[in-house]
């Protein structure tokens, strides 16, 4: 059973847009939250992580919002380069059972020149 | 190079051989994940060891898997009797435990195709 859902497959955007991925969880046990991206032929890169104290978190170009009464999070991008077009995966780490991290099945963001 | 590294990167076999994948992770990092990724999925975890001790093995690790991480250095996946279903991108991290919630630094991982 899919604990972390992302629902949009793909996703596209102009360059110097605004790009917003999503994604919800199920389980409350969760309580970090992190953002990797993917490029083809690479392993995922950690990109930006947020505790569930927090409901919101910045580093340069990318903001990570939590609202944990809605289980959801989302990614933005602003302003969207196409550098940044790739697969991005949501994961999350709940705190009752050591270190597994459960990931979302990805959403391709493409970026348009 | 400082980063996770795997070996091979690439692995083509038939069924029923056995196959060892290494995963050699960051120098001073005490925890090693492996997962494993499928086609349109997320990656799905399999275990995880801290130093040399393995601690967490998921129920997708079928008794035909193996993981070592002998002197809490590098580690091997090792599969048994290849099925076709095995074919997918298995993918190594590797973490510092200790402190803030932990980060997982990936490697490029090994694609492995059974025919």
């Known amino acids: 059973d899919q604990q972390v859902k992302q629902n949009s497959p793909s996703l596209s955007v102009q360059e110097g847009r605004i790009s917003i991925l999503n994604c919800d969880y199920t389980?409350?046990?969760?309580?970090?939250f992190l953002w990797y991206k993917k490029y083809p032929a690479e392993g995922p890169t950690f990109l930006i992580s947020?505790?569930?104290?927090?409901d919101k978190n910045e580093d340069g170009r990318f903001t990570v919002f939590l609202n944990k009464s809605a289980k959801h999070l989302s990614l933005h991008i602003v302003p969207s380069q196409p550098g940044d077009s790739a697969v991005y995966f949501c994961?999350?780490?709940?705190?009752?059972?050591?270190?597994?991290?459960?990931f979302g099945t990805g959403t391709s963001l493409t970026v348009i020149p | 190079d400082t980063g996770v590294s795997q070996d091979p990167r690439h692995k083509i076999t038939k069924r029923g051989q056995n196959v060892t994948f290494r995963c050699d992770p960051i120098s001073e990092h005490n925890r090693l994940y492996w997962y494993r990724q499928t086609l349109g999925q997320g990656p799905e975890f399999l275990t995880y060891?801290?130093?040399?001790?393995?601690?967490?093995k998921s129920r997708l690790l079928s008794d035909r898997f193996s993981a070592e991480r002998p002197k809490g250095s590098f580690s091997t996946l090792e599969i048994q009797r290849t099925e076709q279903g095995d074919s997918a991108m298995y993918l190594c991290?590797?973490?510092?435990?200790?402190?803030?919630?932990?980060?997982?630094?990936f490697g490029p991982g090994t694609r492995l195709l059974v025919l």
């Open positions: 389980n409350s046990m969760f309580d970090y």
């Open positions: 060891f801290q130093n040399e001790a393995q601690l967490e």
């Open positions: 994961a999350a780490n709940p705190s009752n059972t050591g270190n597994q991290f459960y």
């Open positions: 991290a590797s973490s510092l435990a200790g402190g803030a919630r932990e980060t997982q630094y």
């Open positions: 947020i505790s569930s104290i927090k």
